[in-house]
């Protein structure tokens, strides 16, 4: 799955990179989420949260620290949101997410 254009949370965490394929089964009222693995698993409907289209900032701009320690080599910054949380997605230049 493509981690810069989609974000995938299932139980509070992010599964993006892990997932495969995902729909929602109308029949069961649950998210079908296939792992690479192979291996799909059903999700309720409350446990899925599924973000598109993030708003992508100029890294050049921003400064990023993580527990007190400034982030270099950002080379993309996507933030996923819906109306009451919002997740950024830091890219590094060495290929690291």
Do not use: Q
């Not at 998210?31 to 708003?55: A, H, L, Q």
């Not at 050049?60 to 997605?89: C, M, P, Q």
């Amino acid at each position: 799955m493509n981690t810069r254009k989609i974000m995938i949370i299932g139980n509070n965490k992010i599964i993006t990179p892990d997932v495969r394929f995902y729909k929602y089964n109308n029949s069961t009222y649950k998210w079908d989420i296939t792992f690479n693995s192979g291996k799909t698993f059903s999700y309720n409907y409350d446990n899925v949260s599924i973000f598109e289209n993030p708003e992508i900032l100029n890294p050049t701009l921003y400064k990023i620290e993580h527990l007190g320690k400034e982030l270099f080599n950002v080379e993309a910054i996507y933030v996923f949101k819906d109306s009451y949380r919002a997740f950024w997605h830091v890219c590094f230049s060495n290929g690291s997410e």
